[in-house]
């Protein structure tokens, strides 16, 4: 069955910081990955996808991921954070040819102004 | 368009209290899913569905029945309430391109408590 680990439960950064959030899953087949953001008392939204192709995906805010298949990795990342990334962070998987939609356990990022 | 819409936002249930939570999508998408968010655990799939008519049975199903009689409706069902399920809920809303899963869009989530 496929699983999605998330290492860093919680991270504080000062502006201006590089951030990177890690994320590994476990299946030995194709998958598509994803990470989500979710601002307090809101709802997820969509950072970026990895489906195929470039390992080095570009998202929204600044906000890239590579996806290692090796590593079985697609570590977040951002060159300098802001205040308003102040968030929880979920890295998704879905196993190609499956519909379950699997979530890890998010990451708190705090940034001090 | 409203996107994906979850009712009630808030309720507060008495053990052994039944209720159901209704999420209504507005995106003609055939994948439909329920998640409960709890602190330091994320979100664990409960059920979902990929078309009308049908389920599947997620990661933590046990106490939760659902159903998708209407494309655009997946609702939950908590026939007899635990403390245990208080959480928050979420329902989601996937869109497909041909049979793969792409982006989830979320409802503003659902918190309930049971005392």
């Known amino acids: 069955a496929q699983s999605v680990s998330q290492h860093n439960h919680h991270v504080i950064l000062s502006e201006a910081a590089s951030l990177e959030l890690g994320c590994n899953y476990s299946y030995g087949g194709t998958v598509n990955l994803f990470w989500y953001v979710q601002y307090p008392g809101q709802h997820l939204q969509l950072l970026l996808k990895y489906f195929s192709g470039d390992p080095l995906v570009k998202g929204i805010k600044g906000f890239e991921a590579e996806f290692i298949k090796s590593k079985f990795s697609f570590n977040l990342r951002k060159p300098s954070v802001q205040w308003s990334d102040t968030a929880e962070y979920f890295c998704a998987v879905n196993a190609i040819g499956t519909y379950k939609y699997i979530f890890g356990t998010g990451t708190r990022l705090k940034v001090l102004a | 368009?409203?996107?994906?819409?979850?009712?009630?936002?808030?309720?507060?249930?008495?053990?052994?209290?039944?209720?159901?939570?209704?999420?209504?999508?507005?995106?003609?998408?055939?994948?439909?899913?329920?998640?409960?968010?709890?602190?330091?655990?994320?979100?664990?799939?409960?059920?979902?569905?990929?078309?009308?008519?049908?389920?599947?049975?997620?990661?933590?199903p046990d106490g939760y029945n659902v159903s998708r009689?209407?494309?655009?409706?997946?609702?939950?069902?908590?026939?007899?309430?635990?403390?245990?399920?208080?959480?928050?809920?979420?329902?989601?809303?996937?869109?497909?391109?041909?049979?793969?899963?792409?982006?989830?869009?979320?409802?503003?989530?659902?918190?309930?408590?049971v005392v």
């Open chain 2, 1 to 60: 368009n409203a996107g994906v819409t979850q009712t009630p936002k808030f309720r507060v249930l008495k053990t052994g209290q039944s209720m159901t939570l209704l999420c209504a999508q507005d995106m003609n998408h055939e994948y439909m899913y329920w998640y409960r968010q709890d602190p330091g655990m994320g979100l664990r799939l409960i059920h979902y569905s990929v078309g009308e008519g049908t389920t599947a049975k997620g990661e933590v």
């Open chain 2, 69 to 113: 009689l209407k494309k655009q409706n997946f609702l939950l069902g908590l026939e007899s309430a635990a403390p245990s399920q208080t959480s928050v809920y979420f329902c989601a809303s996937i869109l497909d391109r041909r049979d793969r899963v792409t982006e989830a869009f979320f409802g503003q989530g659902t918190r309930l408590t």
